[in-house]
C-alpha cells in the first residue's frame, strides 16, 4: 500500500501548482484552469484521507463532500467562463493585464 | 427540512422566478419587488415565534441522515440568530430600495439573487458542520459575483466581478483545503465533534497549517488587508442597494467564520492564532485609512471605511476576551446598519446626479437636502461621535483591549479612529459646505420610494446610539454563547 505521506504531498504539489498559474498566467481562461486544478487537488486529499482515515475500507463522508465540490466547482467555472466572454466582448483580448482600467 | 427559517427562504428564493413571470404578464414590475420584500419580512417574523428558547441560550439541531458525526446537521444557537437577523433586516432594507441604475433590464433575475444571497448567507449562520457551511458560503460567493457583474453592458461591472471572482474563489478553495486537514485529523467535519477531538492537537504541525488557511480562506471574503484588493472595485461597480449589502453583511459572513472556527475549534490555540490575527487587524485598519483618504470616488472612499472597520472587529476577535468579542458583533451590528444607510444615500446621490465623483456631487445637501441631512449623520456617526451607535462598539472594543491587558492594541485603533475622522470630514465639507458645482445644482430630492428606506436605517443608526442597551445586550449574549463552547457541544454531542 502507498503511504498516505505520498498522497498528500502529490495533492500538495497539485494545489501549489494552480496557485503558481494562478499567480504567474495571465491568460483568462488559464486561470480558469488552475482554479480547477486547485479543486482536484482538494478532492483527490479528500478520498486520499477518507481511505486511510478507518484502516480497510473507506469512509463515506468524503465521497459525499468530494461529489458536492465537484458540482460546485462546476458551476463557479461555468459562471466564471459566462464572465470571460463578456470581458472578451468589452475588451477585446482575454490577456488579464488588459483588466487594469479601474485601478486609474 | 432544515429549520423554518431556511425552509421558508429556499422555497421563497425559488419561488421568485413564477412571480416574476405574473409581473410580466400583467405588466406590473412592482409585483415581484413586494413579493421579494414580503418574503424577508416573513422570514424576520418566524425568528421571535420559532427561536424564542434559542434568543435565551438553547441550541436547536436539525439532523438529516445519520447521527452527527457522518450526516450532515444544522445547529442554531444566540449567535446564528443575531447574525441572521442582521442579514434579514438589511436584506429587506436593501430589496425595498429602488435599483434605478438596472431600470429595463432582468428584473426578476435581480430579485431572485438578491433572495438566494440573503438565504444563503443564513445558511451559512445556522450550518452545524463545515462542509454545510461550505456549500452555503459557495451559494453566496456565486450569488454575489453574479450581483457584482450584474450590469454586464459595463466594462468596470465585469472586470470587477472577474477580479472578485478569481479572488474570492482561490479563498475558497484554500477554505476547502483546510477542511480535507480538518478531516484528515478528525475524520468528521461537525464542528461540535471537531472542538472535541482538536482540543489536544496543539502540537500538530497540520493544525498550524489548517489554521493558517483558515484565516487566510475567512479573511479573503472579509476583506483582511493583504486580501482586501476586490473589495473596493466590487463595491464601486455594482449597483448601490447591491454595495450595501456586500458591505453591510456579506463580508460580515467572513468574521462569523472566524468566530466560529476560532474559538470553537482552536480555543485551545489561542498563543498561536491572537498575535498574527491582532497583526492582520491592524494592517487592515491602517491601509483602508490611507487609502480611504485618496478617494475622489464616493463608492470606493465608503468601500475602503468598510476595510478600516472590518480591521476593528478582527481587532475584537482576536483579543479574544468575552467583552471584545461582544464588543465587535456589536459593531458588526452597528457597521451592517451604517454602511447600508450610506451606500443607500450614496445610491440615491448617484441616481440624481449620474456621477460618483465627489468633486461633482459637491454641495448636493442643498437640493437633496433629507437625503443629505442623513447623509451627514450617517458620516458624523462614522466618526465615532457619542451621541451615534458607532461610539458605544468603538468604545467596547478599546475598553476591551485595555482591560486584556494589551494597550497598544487599543491606542493603535484610538489612532485609527481619529484617521477616519479626516475623511469623514472631508465627505461632509464635500457633500455639505462646498458650493454647489452644476451637477448638484440640477439634483432633485430623491423619490419617496428611496427615501424610506434612508430614513429607516437612519432611525435605526440614531436610535442604537442613543439606547444602546437592548443592542448591547443581544451582541452580549450571542457572543456569550461564541466564546461558551460548551452548551454547543453539550447540545450536538449527548452525552
Same mark, same amino acid.
Given at each position: 500500500m502507498i503511504p498516505l505521506a505520498y498522497y498528500i504531498a502529490c495533492s500538495t504539489a497539485l494545489f501549489l501548482i494552480g496557485l503558481y498559474c494562478l499567480v504567474m498566467k495571465r491568460n483568462m481562461i488559464r486561470m480558469l484552469m488552475a482554479l480547477e486544478l486547485m479543486l482536484n487537488a482538494v478532492n483527490l486529499n479528500f478520498v486520499a484521507l477518507s481511505s486511510y +482515515?478507518?484502516?480497510?475500507?473507506? +469512509?463515506p463522508l468524503a465521497r459525499v463532500f468530494t461529489i458536492l465540490s465537484i458540482g460546485i466547482g462546476g458551476c463557479i467555472i461555468a459562471l466564471a467562463f459566462v464572465i470571460t466572454i463578456y470581458a472578451y466582448r468589452h475588451y477585446g483580448t482575454l490577456d488579464v493585464r488588459e483588466l487594469r482600467r479601474l485601478k486609474h | 427540512m432544515f429549520t423554518p427559517i431556511l425552509d421558508a427562504m429556499i422555497l421563497l428564493t425559488v419561488m421568485t422566478p413564477v412571480m416574476g413571470l405574473i409581473s410580466r404578464k400583467s405588466k406590473k414590475v412592482k409585483v415581484v419587488k413586494a413579493y421579494a420584500m414580503l418574503a424577508v419580512i416573513f422570514a424576520l417574523m418566524l425568528i421571535p415565534l420559532y427561536y424564542d428558547g434559542v434568543l435565551t441560550g438553547d441550541v436547536i439541531l436539525v439532523v438529516h441522515g445519520s447521527s452527527p458525526p457522518i450526516g450532515v446537521s444544522i445547529a442554531v444557537d444566540t449567535f446564528s440568530i443575531f447574525m441572521a437577523s442582521i442579514s434579514l433586516i438589511i436584506g429587506a432594507v436593501t430589496i425595498a430600495?429602488?435599483?434605478?441604475?438596472?431600470?429595463?433590464?432582468n428584473i426578476t433575475g435581480y430579485y431572485t439573487i438578491m433572495l438566494a444571497i440573503t438565504s444563503a448567507m443564513i445558511g451559512i449562520v445556522f450550518s452545524g458542520d463545515l462542509f454545510t457551511l461550505f456549500i452555503f458560503w459557495e451559494t453566496m460567493c456565486i450569488s454575489s459575483y453574479t450581483l457584482v457583474a450584474f450590469r454586464k453592458e459595463r466594462w468596470e461591472a465585469i472586470e470587477a466581478s472577474y477580479k472578485y471572482l478569481i479572488m474570492s474563489a482561490t479563498g475558497s478553495m484554500i477554505l476547502l483545503f483546510a477542511l480535507s486537514f480538518l478531516y484528515g485529523l478528525a475524520g468528521t467535519l461537525n464542528i461540535a465533534y471537531l472542538s472535541t477531538s482538536l482540543?489536544?492537537?496543539?502540537?500538530?504541525?497540520w493544525m498550524s497549517i489548517a489554521l493558517l488557511m483558515l484565516i487566510v480562506g475567512f479573511g479573503l471574503q472579509a476583506g483582511m488587508a493583504p486580501f482586501h484588493t476586490w473589495l473596493p472595485d466590487a463595491h464601486m461597480a455594482a449597483p448601490s442597494p447591491v454595495s450595501a449589502i456586500l458591505s453591510g453583511v456579506m463580508v460580515k459572513t467572513g468574521i462569523y467564520g472566524f468566530i466560529r472556527v476560532l474559538m470553537l475549534i482552536f480555543a485551545s490555540m489561542y498563543g498561536s492564532w491572537h498575535i498574527t490575527l491582532a497583526a492582520f487587524a491592524v494592517l487592515t485598519m491602517f491601509i483602508g485609512n490611507f487609502m480611504a483618504l485618496l478617494q475622489d470616488d464616493i463608492k470606493r472612499l465608503l468601500a475602503f471605511s468598510t476595510i478600516t472597520n472590518i480591521g476593528y472587529i478582527l481587532l475584537g476577535v482576536s483579543i479574544g476576551s468575552y467583552r471584545a468579542v461582544a464588543g465587535s458583533l456589536f459593531h458588526v451590528l452597528n457597521h451592517a446598519v451604517l454602511k447600508a444607510l450610506l451606500f443607500l444615500c450614496a445610491g440615491a446621490f448617484i441616481y440624481r446626479?449620474?456621477?460618483?465623483?465627489l468633486m461633482e456631487l459637491a454641495g448636493i445637501r442643498r437640493t437633496m437636502p433629507i437625503t443629505g441631512t442623513v447623509f451627514i449623520i450617517g458620516t458624523i456617526a462614522l466618526i465615532g461621535l457619542?451621541?451615534?451607535?458607532?461610539f458605544w462598539s468603538e468604545l467596547m472594543i478599546v475598553t476591551a483591549a485595555l482591560e486584556a491587558g494589551l494597550p497598544y492594541l487599543s491606542l493603535l485603533m484610538i489612532l485609527n479612529v481619529m484617521l477616519s475622522s479626516v475623511y469623514c470630514l472631508r465627505l461632509i465639507q464635500a457633500i455639505a459646505l462646498r458650493e454647489p458645482t452644476s451637477i448638484s445644482r440640477r439634483a432633485k430630492e430623491a423619490p419617496v420610494m428611496m427615501l424610506i428606506p434612508i430614513l429607516t436605517l437612519g432611525l435605526l443608526c440614531v436610535l442604537i446610539g442613543a439606547y444602546p442597551v437592548p443592542f448591547q445586550a443581544f451582541a452580549e449574549a450571542a457572543a456569550k454563547v461564541a466564546l461558551d463552547p460548551k452548551t454547543y457541544i453539550e447540545a450536538v454531542i449527548p452525552p
Open positions: +482515515h478507518v484502516s480497510g475500507m473507506v +469512509h | 430600495f429602488p435599483v434605478a441604475e438596472i431600470e429595463g433590464g482540543a489536544e492537537g496543539v502540537e500538530n504541525p446626479g449620474r456621477t460618483r465623483s457619542p451621541p451615534l451607535n458607532f
